[in-house]
């Protein structure tokens, strides 16, 4: 991947603290301390699970992917001119979806890790990944709720756009923005 692809992802994932620190992200680190518990308790228990996790991930980055091809083709030129004018980035109607499937990536990764491990592994090392591969692997899953709602949202927005003639010239309201040659 090029440099610019990762900057221009990273951008879109620049959320605030607020936004990171939802019901999603509690729900995952309670997640994540009960894998962590279970690691102590019962290692080959956290290992039986990485199939099923690793396959709910999966639907769940494959739904990410098919609502973030939905969405933008809906944004075609004419509603892009609109979202412009108004001021609006549209990649934060993606964004959500975009978190989503990052946590996706991470959370194979580290199951993969933990599914490569046995009951015998050293134990600080199961605890550690067991505790990243459930954190991970329910954040993904939860943040999907986000990623609808944005959705919802950006549906909103589109009917909004209805109401507005699709020939919006460029406004000096935007500037932020240079005029479009």
């Known amino acids: 991947m090029s440099g610019s692809g990762k900057k221009n992802l990273w951008s879109a994932l620049d959320f605030r603290l607020s936004e990171i620190l939802a019901y999603d992200f509690y729900l995952a680190l309670g997640g994540g301390l009960a894998a962590l518990a279970t690691a102590v308790s019962a290692p080959a228990a956290v290992i039986r699970a990485v199939p099923v996790a690793a396959g709910l991930v999966g ?6 992917v098919a609502g973030i091809a939905v969405q933008t083709a809906f944004m075609d030129q004419a509603f892009l001119r609109k979202i412009r004018t108004i001021g609006r980035d549209p990649t934060r109607y993606i964004a959500p979806f975009l978190f989503t499937a990052t946590t996706g990536v991470f959370s194979m990764l580290s199951l993969l890790v933990l599914g490569a491990m046995s009951a015998e592994t050293p134990q600080v090392a199961l605890i550690v ?18 990623g609808l709602s944005t959705l919802v949202q950006f549906i909103h927005l ?6 507005v003639p699709d020939d919006v010239s460029w406004s000096a309201r935007d500037s932020n923005r240079q005029p479009p040659s």
Do not use: C, E
């Not at 639907?59 to 990410?64: D, E, K, S, T």
């Not at 954040?139 to 709720?145: A, G, I, N, V």
């Open 59 to 64: 639907v769940v980055v494959g739904a990410v």
């Open 129 to 146: 990944v067991a505790f990243m591969a459930a954190l991970l692997t329910i954040w993904t899953m939860t943040s999907l709720l986000q």
């Open 158 to 163: 589109k009917t909004d756009a209805l109401d």
